[in-house]
Each structure stands twice: as structure tokens, then as C-alpha cells.
């Protein structure tokens, strides 16, 4: 006991700033209140969430609004800031992060200021976009269009065709292929664990646990996806053979790395996906997301609503997680469906044995 004491005294006191280097006073300004919430807050943020705010403070606030004083500015002036914004081309979703950025950032700094700031942004509203002014929504792909895909980007290069198959294959989403690793492949019962998400900041990339429960999941993989995949690690094995290293089973599938030690970065995953697009004469509405559509239009018809939320990861079916497990028969039903489909052959398969309502 006195030496776990003599440790926790040896151990450094953090430093507390004197309330005369403390900001939240009438000179406080947008970009102060931001600087406070970076430094005390962000931690708790997931990196892309952060990379939004950094964005959007870089490209929109910090030499406009953000030099202006929190106790200058009124509701009416935000809102002809964020009508500017809008009149200047910036989206809906570029606006309203824009505007959680500057409520939070002021919310925080009149808690900090004991209550003696204002929050100018509470009472603000948004400007509004008619159906026109808004962008396009992400639409699945027809089957010939994800076919084409595949066989511009085995022209293009072998790793990214097995990534785009696995993504059409299963639904995953980038970060969660790109996450991948040789251990995750159960290659005896054919299945898939998925456990992590890469995520890219700052020009880096690395892998972590996903922020939901229902994100945590096991998926049935079909043949020809299984195959693609033992292809890709022998060529894996031959590149690192050449560099003098070895692909371990903890490796990342997808990793440009010889050995695989880092995993591939999501944002290069998506810009390659848009130059085999394009290869492959796809409309543009297409993005690698939309893969992820395709797969649930695709399995819509071959098992249950909740079993297709389950294999997606989606949170919004109680105890999908634990669905997935009790029904693995439909989870293989959907992965060889997707197969007939990617092969370009027609299938009949027997209806789903469990239904219900679709949104």
C-alpha cells in the first residue's frame, strides 16, 4: 500500500489553466468556442465525424463567421449566413453540419463562461432545398451494371476486383472490407467475421471496433467470392515472398503493403472505385456505396426483413445481432443468391421461410 502511494505522489499533476487564460468571456469568439471544443471533446468523436468538422470549419467558418464575437452576433445574422452559404453552392448536409458545429461549439462555450455567454445559434433555422436543389439519392445498381464493374476492375487490378466482389457479395461497407483480415475467413463453414472498421484522418488509416453493437457480425460467403479471395492471398504470399517477408494470418486482406501489416485506406478504396466506374461506362450515381444497395435489393426477395438487417449490420431490428446466429440457413441463402446473380445466371430459389413487412 505505501508503495502504490509513493507512486500515485511521484506520478505528474496535471496542469490547470489559471481563469485568466480562459476565453469565455465577452471577447470570446465562433472560432475560440471551436478551438475549446477541439481540444476538449473531440477525443470523444469518431475520427470521420471529426474530419467533417475540420472541413467544413476550414473551408466555411474560420475566416467568415468564426472571427466574429459570440456576444455580437444574433439569430437573424446567422441565418443570413447560412442562406449565404446555401447561395454560395453549399449542399443541405454541408449547412446543417455547418450549423451542429456552431451550436455545439456556443452551447459548450456558455457552460464553460458560467452561463454568461449566449448561444446565438439555438433559435436559428435552416434554410430550406426543394426537391430539385437537392442531390441525387444513392441508387442501387442493376445487376449488368455491377457485372461490368467486376470486369473492369479485373483488368485493372486483382485486389480491387475481389474487394469490389466481396463488398457486392456481402454488403459490407468500405471500412469494414477494408478491415478485413486473413482470420476473419472461416474458409471450412464459409464465413465471414466482421469485427472492425477502418477508418481514415489525416492521410492515415487504421483499424478500430465499430461504434455499434449490430455492426458486430458473422456472414455467410458464397463459392465463387471464397475463391476469389484464396486467389488474392496466393498473389498476396508471392509479393511478400519477393519483398522477403510473410503474409500472417493477421494480415489485412486488401492491404497494398507487402506482409499486409497496414490496413488500405477507405478514401483510395472509393477513388479507384470511380476510375473503374467510369472504365466501365457506369452512370455516375453509382458510388462504391451503392454496392451496399445493390446486395439489400438484391436479398430482398430470398429472406426476411429482419435477417437481411441482420447480415447488413443495421441496429434498427431489435436483437438482429442475435438473429443472424438463429437463422443461418437464410443468412447461406442470401449469400448463394448474390453468387447466381454475380455469375450472370438466372435463379429461382424458394421463397424466404420468414417474412415481414418492408419499408
Not at 478491415?179 to 465471414?192: E, F, G, H, K, Y
Request: aromatic share 6%; charged share 25%; proline share 7%.
Amino acid at each position: 500500500m505505501a508503495e502504490q502511494e509513493r507512486s500515485l505522489r511521484a506520478q505528474p499533476t496535471p496542469a490547470v489553466p489559471s481563469p485568466s487564460n480562459r476565453p469565455w468571456a465577452e471577447q470570446t469568439t465562433i472560432n475560440d468556442a471551436i478551438e475549446g471544443w477541439k481540444h476538449n471533446g473531440w477525443q470523444d468523436l469518431s475520427p470521420n465525424t471529426v474530419r467533417g468538422y475540420e472541413g467544413v470549419w476550414a473551408r466555411h467558418v474560420r475566416t467568415s463567421i468564426g472571427t466574429r464575437r459570440i456576444t455580437e452576433l444574433t439569430p437573424y445574422e446567422v441565418e443570413q449566413y447560412f442562406r449565404a452559404l446555401k447561395e454560395a453552392g453549399a449542399g443541405q448536409t454541408t449547412v446543417r453540419l455547418v450549423r451542429a458545429l456552431l451550436h455545439r461549439s456556443c452551447r459548450l462555450a456558455r457552460k464553460w463562461s458560467g452561463n454568461t455567454l449566449p448561444n446565438p445559434i439555438t433559435d436559428t433555422e435552416l434554410p430550406t432545398w426543394s426537391a430539385a436543389e437537392r442531390p441525387r439519392p444513392v441508387r442501387a445498381p442493376e445487376p449488368g451494371e455491377v457485372l461490368g464493374l467486376l470486369q473492369a476492375a479485373a483488368d485493372e487490378d486483382p485486389r480491387l476486383a475481389t474487394f469490389i466482389r466481396l463488398v457486392a457479395a456481402t454488403g459490407m461497407r468500405r471500412g469494414e472490407a477494408c478491415a478485413l483480415r486473413w482470420d476473419d475467413i472461416d474458409t471450412i463453414r464459409a464465413v465471414v467475421r466482421i469485427d472492425e472498421g477502418v477508418v481514415s484522418s489525416g492521410g492515415s488509416s487504421s483499424a478500430r471496433e465499430p461504434k455499434t453493437h449490430a455492426s458486430v457480425r458473422r456472414l455467410a460467403i458464397d463459392a465463387d467470392t471464397l475463391c476469389a479471395l484464396g486467389a488474392l492471398r496466393r498473389e498476396q504470399e508471392r509479393l511478400a515472398a519477393s519483398c522477403e517477408t510473410d503474409v500472417c494470418d493477421r494480415a489485412f486482406v486488401f492491404s497494398f503493403e507487402p506482409g499486409g501489416r497496414r490496413p488500405p485506406n477507405p478514401d483510395w478504396m472509393s477513388h479507384s472505385f470511380a476510375t473503374v466506374r467510369q472504365r466501365a461506362g457506369v452512370a455516375d450515381d453509382v458510388h462504391l456505396h451503392s454496392l451496399r444497395h445493390f446486395h439489400a435489393t438484391t436479398v430482398d426477395s430470398v429472406i426476411s426483413e429482419a435477417q437481411k438487417q441482420a447480415r447488413l449490420g443495421w441496429s434498427t431490428v431489435r436483437m438482429a445481432r442475435h438473429y443472424t446466429d438463429a437463422v443461418p440457413a437464410e443468412d447461406r441463402r442470401a449469400a448463394d443468391h448474390v453468387m447466381e446473380v454475380l455469375a450472370g445466371r438466372s435463379v429461382n430459389l424458394p421463397p424466404a421461410t420468414a417474412t415481414s413487412s418492408r419499408p
